[in-house]
């Protein structure tokens, strides 16, 4: 995925329903002063970069309707900020960070769907 090469921070990226594809960059953790990113209803595949965890301002992440694969990212729990993480209809596997249940801020997330783990969160917090 291409990144902007930006002389201002960007605090909102919005690209969902826009067909984009391809794989995110590592350089996604560039994006520092970062708060809202929707890439929801895209062509994305591969792995989530682990880079994500320096978006230390992040208060919303919807990766959701995509063909995101492997397993979530342990580095999100860097991600301390968080209230809301869409993540489902990818194609997830292995363990849900059960560390990312115990971030204060976080209101609402959704894993489900086309995803297998191997232990599970509490429902109000992953529905």
């Not at 978006?55 to 919807?62: A, G, N, Q, S, T």
């Not at 397993?71 to 990818?90: A, G, H």
Request: glycine share 8%; aromatic share 10%.
């Amino acid at each position: 995925m291409f990144l902007p090469n930006l002389c201002v921070p960007l605090f909102c990226w919005n690209l969902s329903n826009l067909g984009q594809k391809g794989m995110l960059s590592p350089e996604i953790g560039q994006l520092t002063n970062m708060h809202i990113l929707v890439l929801h209803r895209n062509l994305f595949y591969g792995i989530i970069p682990r880079e994500m965890g320096d978006l230390r301002e992040l208060k919303v992440l919807d990766l959701g309707y995509n063909n995101f694969n492997g397993s979530i990212p342990s580095e999100l729990i860097n991600i301390l900020s968080l209230e809301f993480i869409f993540l489902k209809r990818n194609i997830l596997y292995g363990d849900l960070p059960l560390e990312l249940n115990e971030l204060i801020s976080l209101c609402e997330s959704q894993v489900r769907h086309g995803r297998t783990f191997s232990n599970r969160m509490p429902a109000a917090r992953f529905v």
